[in-house]
């Protein structure tokens, strides 16, 4: 079984930074940021999972959901890759969209 620990790692301090965020942070772009990579990494793990099924996009549920949603999304990949080097791709996403939304 492929260890995907980093990538659940990576994600719950995102979303942990996210909880923790003033709501003037959120409205600034955190928000947005994280619900960029979620709906990025629920892509992902859609395409994985049914390569030939629609993807269905995730739905925008406000800034204070958005920490939420990446957890989702990023557990939901989690279980759907195969690849270690899809891991490290999925940590840098993570890493690369907390440091955009300045969290």
């Known amino acids: 079984m492929l260890d995907t620990t980093p990538l659940t790692a990576a994600v719950d301090q995102f979303a942990d930074r996210l909880r923790a965020a003033p709501q003037s942070r959120l409205q600034r772009g955190a928000a947005a940021e994280a619900l960029a990579l979620a709906r990025e990494l629920s892509s992902w793990a859609q395409r994985l999972e049914d390569p030939a099924g629609p993807v269905r996009e995730m ?17 939901d990949l989690s279980v759907a890759l195969r690849e ?9 996403m993570v890493e690369s969209a907390m440091k955009r939304a300045g969290v």
């Open 59 to 75: 739905p925008d549920a406000g800034m204070f959901a958005a920490a939420d949603q990446i957890t989702v999304a990023g557990r």
């Open 84 to 92: 270690p080097g899809d891991v490290a791709r999925a940590v840098e």
